[in-house]
């Protein structure tokens, strides 16, 4: 089994796309995913792209995917944050998973940066054992807050 | 009292730091800020900033920040991200902090976003009460992860 790690190109957006439909199906929200493939073309790519994705090959096909963009901390300065980790359902337990974060770590480290952050669902314990294995923070006592476009039209609405 | 809320420009950096120094303070981590305010002038501003500040200001006075970026939701697309938001101890109570947060969410609209977001520590009741009833969405089942710059070296060590 041939694993490669690489940075995607404009024409992986779709097996990129199609691993983050597979993963908000498993998430029970298809429905959430509002970009199309030609979102990720246009803005992954170029001079003012606002991510970067590696894929994980296995035998010349694409099973995995890392997407990752700079954040600004207030306390540490530009921090590389991965947004999304993906590794195909049939394709677990091959490392493909390990061998992406490992490439994300690398990446920031060649950055310079001073953190490299991500965020866990709480009940993903095997996911959380894990980070905290390879030195990550899992900060608990954190919550996300998200306005969503609803919420951003009733927010304005009412000033 | 006249209170203005306004893009910061470089010379506004030293007055954003120390709300930065403050809350790091109050946080009991004063020592966590590693960045400066020529770091703060540098990558708030020109072609390439990594981030926009907003500062309250209170005749005349800078008493209060907020800084945002973009992120990239893979099922929404361009997120606005509310990094911090700060208003100095004595100036609680007077609607800096609301005000704030209307102008990211405005410009937030502005930029066509489908989503602002920013994080909160679960202990601040005060503040999730108050995020809820402007119509956002408190994720408690959310973990961030952080991988620090001693981490970032661990992790590359072990490969």
Redesign the interface.
Known sequence: MKIEIRKAKKEDMLAVYNL?KAL?VFEK?PD????EVS?LER?GFGKEA??LCFVAEVNNKIEGMA?V??????????VL?L??LVVNQQMRGKQLGTKLL?QV??Y??QLG???????????NEDA?TF?EK???????????????????????SK?
Request: aromatic content about 14%; charged content about 35%; cysteine-free.
């Open positions: 983050i908000a929200e959430a995913v509002e970009i979102d803005d606002k991510f997407l963009y700079m954040r600004y901390s207030t306390w540490k300065g530009p944050h947004e999304d490992d770590v690398v920031g480290n940066v001073k953190r490299v952050s991500w965020d866990v669902i709480d009940w959380i980070y390879k030195g990550a923070n899992v900060m608990r006592d954190w919550d996300l807050v998200q306005l969503d476009e609803k919420g951003i039209k009733e927010y304005l000033l």
